[in-house]
């Protein structure tokens, strides 16, 4: 109400308001096709949309009703799955995830923060699978052509990532950076990204190590630490697991891993 009081005692504000509108209607009088075009795409959009929602809920939830009803109780997921924001990289899809199965975070280049970093909707996330719904492994996937890891490898200054909220996010994975930019800094960017992709999930893996209620998990045996890279150029999964038995990132920052798979 207060916006609409400005609104009607500012003069130049109902001007602009009344060009702008004007300038709209012009145009649907102009390009009536490209206007009725438009609104048909949307409506198009949301018609497949719809037709999914119904196919899932004919073919899916009401097949397996009894199952939904339960999860509608409650949930009790054996996985935490971080994955990136990148539309081409579904865990459900790739992995075959069903309702119930995995809590699931996405952000840009599947990141998890440092515990003194601070709190993020992902570490949010973790504390709630690890403490509420005590999940007893936790996935970190990461993809191939990931613009996140491009977009830190191609950073010139990451002490200066001011300005963007890109940059002020990837920038979390700066030791993946530092350690991809000292081990292959002789190949171009690409395979330098390629290196990356796969140095941040293990980077995020030790970092889930900083949180002290994962770690103690961990250190009990109910809590298993995973990576995995998805390689959609060529539809394959990489899935390793982080020894913890034996990792000294306390001390130097080394890791190392066990039961590697590659799946073709």
């Not at 491009?150 to 200054?157: E, G, I, P, R, T």
């Not at 893996?205 to 109910?222: A, F, H, Q, S």
Request: proline share 3%; glycine share 6%.
């Amino acid at each position: 109400m207060r916006f609409l009081d400005s609104f009607k005692r500012t003069p130049t504000l109902r001007l602009k308001a009344l060009r702008e509108s004007a300038g709209l209607t012009q145009e649907i009088i102009d390009n009536p096709q490209k206007s009725i075009g438009t609104i048909e795409k949307g409506s198009d959009t949301f018609k497949e949309m719809r037709h999914r929602f119904l196919s899932f809920k004919k073919d899916k939830y009401l097949e397996n009703l009894k199952h939904y009803q339960t999860l509608a109780k409650g949930q009790a997921p054996k996985f935490m799955v971080i994955a990136c924001a990148d539309s081409r990289v579904c865990p459900s899809s790739i992995l075959g995830f069903q309702p119930g199965e995995a809590f699931v975070v996405r952000n840009v280049a599947n990141l998890v923060p440092p515990h003194e970093n601070g709190p993020t909707e992902t570490n949010a996330a973790l504390e709630f699978s690890v403490n509420s719904l005590e999940v007893e492994n936790i996935l970190v996937v990461g993809h191939s052509c990931c613009g996140g890891i491009h977009a830190l490898m191609s950073m010139q200054d990451v002490k200066n990532s001011s300005g963007s909220f890109i940059k002020s996010w990837v920038v979390v994975g700066k030791d993946a950076r530092l350690r991809t930019k000292s081990a292959v800094s002789n190949l171009d960017l690409d395979q330098q990204c390629r290196h990356c992709e796969k140095e941040s999930i293990n980077r995020s893996l030790l970092n889930l190590l900083t949180y002290p209620w994962i770690e103690d998990r961990v250190k009990r045996g109910t809590l298993s630490l995973h990576g995995g890279y998805y390689d959609f150029i060529d539809c394959t999964f990489e899935k390793w697991t982080l020894d913890c038995s034996r990792h000294a990132s306390k001390v130097d920052g080394e890791y190392s891993v066990k039961n590697r798979e590659f799946w073709s």
